[in-house]
């Protein structure tokens, strides 16, 4: 079975299993502020298995691709979203549960403006912008006990860019 993985671009269908992709796509669900402002109503479930949720900043690295992929992780008691704080591109990776540890993963490459919530207990990959300044506001679980599984992968996988057909 190959190792590699191509990068898809992120799709409300192809990440559906996952969690759900944030971003203002169609008309706004609401007009607001004297219809100054179009609000993109509910689009993503919190789900928390205590605990509060809380909204932190993270600074990732920016990486390249090819990309090797050697851990994957979890969190078992909250979803997790993820917004950058830019246009830039982002890749995101998850996989499906198998018996406990991560099934064959799939990866995306963000489109500008999108941002992703991932499922409770979704297997994901780490943060990985593409570009700088990877600054992303992320709303997740803030509360007692554990709530990271990490799965070394070896081998690992190496991530390519999708190739665009001509």
Known sequence: MSRTIAAQPLTQAGFAPFGEVLEAAGAPDRIINRGLCGRFHDRAGLDFGDGRAGIS????????????????????????????????????????????VPGRPLAFVTAPGQGINLRRGTWHGVLTPLHPPGLFAVIDRIGPGANLQEHDINPPYTITQTRTPK
């Open 57 to 100: 900043l993270f600074q990732a690295v920016p990486r390249t691709l090819p990309l090797e992929l050697d851990l994957l992780e979890r969190h078992p008691e909250g979803s997790q979203a993820f917004v950058p704080m830019g246009p830039e591109p982002f890749l995101v990776v998850v996989a499906p549960d198998d018996g406990g």
